[in-house]
């Protein structure tokens, strides 16, 4: 039993870090994870006791820590992760969510679902295997998906005799790679999950790594959130009115800040009529808020009586989002039928739905080399590419790479209602 | 910048009243799956919230099984009056009657499988196109892999295999008639949140939550109550113990805790430190190493 070097206590005042772990199937994902959520007291006697009885009825040798891990009997049968996870934690200093997603190939789409929300990225890499495809594929999307932190673990570092040369050269290779890509933050981490060797102590047995463990890291990255708060936007999520006799004329704009901060008296443009108008007041869960920022559930109230419903968005008169029924993406896709080129769909933005059509396959992405992929236009499941879409109405957006809440969008298959496409507006 | 920040908690509460207002926005006949426990008593704090000064917006609907703890009854007819909250009860006894369920035989008889039958029959007669409920990833491996928009085919049943991905905070509710939704607003928040957002709001609770003393009867290390729902094993005894429930759900498969802890502040110390999940002692989930996805699949809470 390892003693938690951290109390189980999350204090109220504390933040959030949410985080998402990729790495080809054999990285030592399962047991990264199981260590950080074993050492932080995550895991229950009966939690571990469970795990003791299944692998000791099934025979193996090891305790199994992605049992942990894989919460569907189907996961377990196959000792695979079909779908995403997430899990709990929280030290003295903060509570963390970790979206686990499956490493194969063919569930790209749970990993794009996982870093979708996350705040900081950790790829596996195996030390004796080297960098992979499947590295710079989860890179890739890491980048894509703008996460701002990304932390390369250099894994099983005991099996190269915890070479610092070794750990340079990884570093060395993938440093080349990362240059094209569009990463904040890249942290480098010479880690050994099975014996815990920089995970949660730091390593006798690597004294030439000066970097800090990775749960240090993970409490102490700076994360102001993902948020944007300087573009202010407010998409109408949906209206309340009272309609009794001590509020009878109460009609109040609720949703969620998307980026941004709105204060009561701030002059205010509402699309898409174009009308002006100001705050009259900001209310919070525990009532009315002097500034309200993402990612802040609040209902507002304006000076004028106009004509707001869901799908509507507040913003300031010198800072407004782009209107436009023409969009450029890149789009992930989810769906198992692929892409339809010219095809229909549904699109969520926002707080707002519409229909869209697909009007131009610009190009299809090699997730392995950032290359398009010559005469190949064929967007099917897992894939990612550029797309040109036409919108029934328009949308009230801002390119992704400043704004996650409003630069990002869905597809939904009409007929089917699954969400087949992710897309980022470019 | 930096004072753009909300605590944990803050950004859990605020996340989940924008879950109840999209579930509103989305779905025509939204209801409340009220158990009188402490998930869907913060669940109930928050669509008040979320929708204030409006009255809310959907009914609360409790599934009894016949078997429930008195003092959990006699809490949920106290939130109601006080709260003024629409409320429709459904009894597992008139599926019983109705011949639509068959009752457990045996010492181990259960209810609890029971009241899915009850569920999706009100669910049906009310046409509830979405049920919020107050499950947590945290509480079961098999929640963990919960979506926030659940989506539940005409036979109310779950596909965890192909479940719908959830991108940013962009819920696709869309559905095919006879079809639902279940909506967990909680899905990130861990025991220990409920508890601390308990204490932040003055919740009252039932009080089985905290220590008392109670006759209880130990089943294979699960201390259940002893009441009149339950049958005794040949050679199990009554022992007056002092216990507190970590989740309330029927008296036939509840198990408590032995503590002392009696107050809000001694919960929280207690729930931090425990070294025992809060599922732990539910003897519905201990009847197999998949019992809660099997239920779930079914078409359970």
Known sequence: M??????????????????????????????LIGR????????????????????????????????????????REQ???????????????RKFIIADTPGHIQYTRNMVTGASTADLAIVLVDARKGISEQTRRHSLIASLLRIPHLVLCINKMDLVAWSEQRFA????????????LDIADLKFIPISALHGDNVVTASARMPWHEGGTLLYHLETVYHGGTHNHIDARFPVQTVIRPNNDLHHDFRGLAGRIASG???????????????????KTIQGPAGEVAEAFAPMSVVVTLSDDLDVSRGDMLAKPNNRPTQSQDIEAMICWLGEKPLQPEGNYLLRHTTRETRCRIQTVRYKMDLSTLHKKDGDLVIGPNDIGRIELRTATPLLFDPYRSNRGTGSFILIDEFTHATVGAGMIL | MSSYHLPHLAQLEHEAIFVLRETVAQFDRPALLFSGGKDSTVLLQLARKAFQPAALPFPLVHVDTGH?????????????AETGARLIVRQVEDSIKAGRVTEESGANAS??????????DAIQESRFDACIGGARRDEEKARAKERFFSHRDEFGQWNPKNQRPELWNLFNGRKAPGEHFRIFPLSNWTELDVWHYIAQERLALPSLYFSHERAMVNRHGVLLAHSPYLTLHPGETIDRQRVRFRTVGDMTCTGATVSTAATLDEVIQEVAVSRMGE???RADDLRSDSALEDRKRAGYF
Do not use: C, M, W
């Not at chain 1, 000792?79 to 200093?93: E, H, L, M, Q, S």
């Not at chain 2, 429930?68 to 949920?76: D, G, I, K, M, V």
């Open chain 1, 2 to 31: 390892i003693t938690p070097l951290h109390p189980a206590l999350p204090p109220p005042t504390s933040d959030i870090l949410r985080f998402t772990t990729a790495g080809s199937v054999d990285d030592g994902k399962s047991t």
């Open chain 1, 36 to 75: 950080l959520l074993h050492d932080s007291h995550a895991v229950t006697d009966d939690q571990l006791a469970a795990v003791k009885r299944i692998t000791a009825q099934r025979g193996e040798e090891n305790l199994n820590l992605s049992l942990l891990t894989d919460g569907l009997r189907a996961e």
């Open chain 1, 79 to 93: 000792g695979i992760t079909i779908d995403v996870a997430y899990r709990y934690f929280a030290t003295a200093r």
């Open chain 1, 169 to 180: 050269d990884l570093v060395g290779e993938f440093s080349a790679f990362a240059s094209r």
């Open chain 1, 261 to 279: 901060v709105f204060k009561p008296g701030d002059r205010v443009v509402v699309f898409p009529s174009g009308l002006e108008t100001q705050i």
């Open chain 2, 68 to 80: 429930n703890f008195p003092e959990t009854l006699a809490f949920r007819d106290r939130v109601i």
């Open chain 2, 111 to 120: 209810r609890n499988a029971l009241q899915t039958v009850t569920l999706l």
């Open chain 2, 279 to 281: 599922r732990g002692g």
